[in-house]
């Protein structure tokens, strides 16, 4: 099994959700967990539960990162931490756009090009990268979602061609990549008042939406599978979710669009 393979791991965004209970999930495997997040206080707690080492780090600061991939020999890499924001382009605010890029992208190609080099040498490793089934599939706006920033779902789409193309760049190597690709789970991402009003009640409470052990488990199965098997790619989704729409507006609906954005 792949876990008896590896000695550290290395997770971003683990002071709260996916994060920390991947980090929960890893340490209980047996792994020394690194765990990342910028929240000096949860990872202290996080660290006094699980033995994990706090690694109190913005993704965007490049220097500590750098200085973090050469700290070990880090054996998996879960590419987690992640913003959302809501906002229909026409009033996407540039702050988003910049935060979901750095956060989201930028910081992923970095920390994946500083770690993954030394996993490559070493012919072991194991990068699982958090997307999301924004990168995948438009969102309509209705009743259970927000007007989804097209930024996010950039990012996220990103994070799915990285994760394939790293794979051919990995070619001949014992370094598997995984995407993971969830569906709503019940984390704090949705509290953030940019998400959108009504926030963890509106998008959470009212659903029967997946819970973040849900995902490290999804995780620990890519991870601890045995090493001729890649498991290139997950979409894991609530039960009752699903996405699938069409739209297409009568001649009259488009001609009361085009009129409604004209006064907006
Ligand atoms: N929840 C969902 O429904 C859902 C669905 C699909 C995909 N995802 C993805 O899952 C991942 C985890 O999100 P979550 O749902 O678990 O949300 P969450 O509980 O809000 O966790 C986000 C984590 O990212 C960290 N983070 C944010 N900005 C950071 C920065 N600049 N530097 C370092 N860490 C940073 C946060 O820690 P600090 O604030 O302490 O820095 C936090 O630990 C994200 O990539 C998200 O896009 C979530």
Redesign the pocket.
């Given at each position: 099994m792949g876990f008896a393979d590896f000695r550290t791991a290395l997770v971003?965004?683990?002071?709260?959700?996916?994060?920390a209970a991947t980090v929960r999930r890893l340490c209980a495997e047996g792994l020394e967990v690194y765990a990342?997040?910028?929240?000096e206080g949860?990872l202290a707690a996080l660290s006094a539960e699980t033995g994990c080492r706090a690694c109190a780090?913005?993704?965007?600061d490049l220097g500590a990162l750098t200085q973090l991939a050469g700290s070990a020999e880090f054996d998996v890499l879960v590419n987690?931490?992640?913003?959302?924001r809501r906002s229909n382009i026409l009033d996407t605010a540039p702050d988003d756009v910049d935060t979901l890029v750095d956060?989201?992208l930028r910081a992923v190609l970095h920390l994946t090009r500083v770690i993954v080099p030394g996993m490559a040498k070493r012919d072991r490793g194991h990068v699982v990268n958090?997307s999301?089934?924004?990168g995948h599939y438009a969102f309509g706006e209705n009743a259970t979602t927000f007007n989804s920033s097209v930024a996010y779902h950039a990012t996220?789409a990103g994070i799915h061609s990285l994760s394939r193309q790293l794979r051919v760049d990995l070619f001949g190597t014992r370094v598997r990549v995984t995407e993971v690709s969830?569906?709503?789970?019940a984390?704090?991402?949705f509290q953030n008042p940019d998400v959108g009003g009504g926030g963890n009640d509106r998008f959470v409470g009212a659903f029967e939406t997946l819970q973040?052990e849900d995902i490290a488990d999804a995780i620990a199965f890519a991870v601890g599978s045995p090493m001729r098997m890649n498991v290139a790619m997950l979409e894991v989704i609530p039960i009752f979710q699903v996405v699938g729409d069409l739209r297409f507006a009568r001649r009259t609906e488009a001609a009361q669009q085009t009129e409604i954005k004209k006064r907006s």
């Open positions: 971003t965004g683990a002071s709260s959700g996916i994060g990342v997040a910028r929240d949860r780090v913005d993704v965007n987690n931490a992640g913003q959302s956060v989201n958090i999301s089934i924004a996220k969830p569906g709503r789970v984390t704090g991402i973040p």
